[in-house]
Nanobody, 114 residues
Framework: QVQFVESGGGSVQPGGSLRLSCAAS????????WGWYRQAPGKQRELVADITSENKRNYADSVKGRFTISRDNGKNTVYLQMNNLKPEDTAVYYC????????WGQGTQVTVSS
């Protein structure tokens, strides 16, 4: 049913910025909370940020103050603005519903290095 595509990743130096996008289709997008997750090599997938249908936002302590999650219900898209990136932010980033998971997509790679 639901399909989504993550994009916007890339390679950046420490202190740089990226904006990730997750475009969903085949979903009643606006009724769900959505989250951004990441998984580094050898690590478990972790929740980075989420946003509810009422635009309440939450962030992992490691990214608070640097990342901003937002959504555009008209475009069925959720975004993650990533500023002041650090090497420890290197991971594959995924989007998904926050509380009603659907099949995980391919994600988008973010690499932060000098």
């Amino acid at each position: 049913q639901v399909q989504f595509v993550e994009s916007g990743g890339g390679s950046v130096q420490p202190g740089g910025s990226l904006r990730l996008s997750c475009a969903a289709s085949g979903d009643i997008f606006h009724i769900y909370a959505w989250g951004w997750y990441r998984q580094a090599p050898g690590k478990q997938r972790e929740l980075v940020a989420d946003i509810t249908s009422e635009n309440k936002r939450n962030y992992a302590d490691s990214v608070k103050g640097r990342f901003t999650i937002s959504r555009d219900n008209g475009k069925n898209t959720v975004y993650l603005q990533m500023n002041n990136l650090k090497p420890e932010d290197t991971a594959v980033y995924y989007c998904n519903r926050r509380f009603a998971y659907v099949n995980w997509g391919q994600g988008t790679q973010v690499t932060v290095s000098s």
